[in-house]
């Protein structure tokens, strides 16, 4: 998989280098409320929108899984509870005197396991 990533990444950027290298060109870029006029090359500007595409694309999934990654704190701060209760309940029984006490049954459970009638005839 090292591999294949490490390809598909020299791919990306011979397709870059070569972008870049083809699209020299400069454009006048403004932005129309500011008086500002940025003179750029092609290549630069389609990168700027690249890179800035991809951070609003990481900044969305950030936000959208929010509410995901509070639910898991809560389920965690939850289990912690539980095993701590756990614990607790677990040395209680312990040091309760039935624990020490030996086991006894008071009745007989049938069985439910059928023997087999040895007066009955073979099937």
């Known amino acids: 998989m090292r591999i294949v990533s490490r390809v598909v990444f020299l791919i990306a950027a011979g397709g870059l280098i070569l972008f870049s290298v083809s699209n020299r060109e400069t ?5 129309w409320p500011l008086p500002f006029i940025a003179d750029l090359p092609l290549y630069l500007l ?3 929108c690249l890179l800035a595409g991809g951070l609003v694309g990481v900044g969305a999934g950030w936000a959208v899984g929010h509410r995901h990654r509070r639910e898991l704190r809560a389920l965690r701060r939850r ?39 040895p007066a009955a005839p073979p099937r």
Request: proline fraction near 9%; glycine fraction near 0%; charge should be positive.
């Open 27 to 31: 454009v006048s870029v403004a932005f």
């Open 46 to 48: 389609c990168l700027f």
């Open 79 to 117: 289990i912690t509870a539980l095993k701590r209760e756990l614990t607790a309940t677990q040395s209680r029984l312990e040091d309760h005197p039935a624990a020490r006490a030996p086991l006894t049954a008071t009745r007989q459970l049938p069985s439910l396991v059928k023997e087999p009638d």
